[in-house]
């Protein structure tokens, strides 16, 4: 039982949504550095096609740019993930949105637009290519289906962001009926809930050294994430070492949650 034969994944395929950049881009760059070939996809093609290209010196990755949101969009990614791949083993559900209005004047767009993109997008997807995911699932190394979700979705955040907060409590609820359903068929479903990590949407809190310093004051660890803490846990829930492990929702905050 070596650690190496543990945490081995080299040779796999994985998905990972919105892997251009912030935590999808963490988990994407663990993935490849450690031989799986990884597709990532983002609505911005220009910025999708890059992190790809940086991250085919360290294996392989490739660009596959769509909107997951919109129906055609979905649709064309699954078709030229398909005329590539007969099977897939790790589908990560990174990409995200977020939205804040003070109560009273939240739009409907705000709370539309970001539970397609949270909630409704991974589940289409995933739901579009469970066939791909059974077709390489044993009982010791099933598909593996990863949600992010958020600590938001876990406690009441301080901000005004009710649409995200909703749609990541959805998504840890949607991993674990999900996996519910889908455990005969060897795959797991699992969420992971990030707390601060550098990402587009915790730009504005970490663009002074001063907003940084209280946001790392407000983790019990002292600090946000890093790119080892969200590849790390990726890569324990998609290798022999998380096998056993479905429906569960895995707090990666530094301790946050345990706060209320």
């Known amino acids: ?33 450690n031989g799986v070939r990884t597709y990532i996809t983002s609505r911005k093609a220009e910025v999708c096609d890059a992190t790809a290209a940086k991250l085919g010196e360290l294996g392989e990755c490739i660009s596959i740019p769509a909107d997951l949101s919109t129906e055609d969009g979905l649709e064309d990614f699954v078709r030229t993930f398909s005329d590539r791949e007969d099977r897939l083993d790790i589908l990560v559900n990174n990409a995200g949105a977020a939205w804040g209005a003070p109560l009273g004047e939240f739009p409907a767009k705000g709370f539309d637009k970001v539970m397609n993109i949270n909630v409704k997008a991974p589940f289409m997807l995933t739901q579009a290519l469970l066939d791909k995911l059974k077709v390489g699932a044993t009982q010791d190394d099933p598909a593996r289906v990863i949600m992010t979700g958020s600590i938001d ?24 009926h999900l996996a519910h359903f889908v455990v005969s068929e060897n795959i797991t479903v699992n969420s992971i809930a990030p707390g601060p990590f550098e990402s587009q949407m915790m730009a504005y809190m970490l663009d002074t050294e001063e907003k940084r310093a209280m946001v790392n004051a407000m983790v019990p660890r002292g600090r946000i994430g890093t790119p080892e803490d969200a590849a790390g846990v990726v890569l324990f829930l998609v290798s022999r070492a998380g096998a056993f492990i479905t429906g569960a929702v895995i707090p990666l905050d530094g301790g946050i949650s345990t706060h209320g």
Not at 4 to 25: P, Y
Not at 153 to 175: C, E, Q, T, W
């Open 153 to 176: 979705g876990i406690r009441v955040p301080f901000g005004d962001n009710f649409s995200y907060s909703a749609s990541k409590a959805g998504i840890h609820m949607l991993a674990r």
């Open 1 to 33: 039982m070596k650690v190496s034969d543990l945490f081995d994944v080299s040779g796999k395929v994985a998905i990972v949504t919105g892997g251009s950049r912030g935590i999808g881009e963490m988990i994407a760059t663990g993935l490849v550095t």
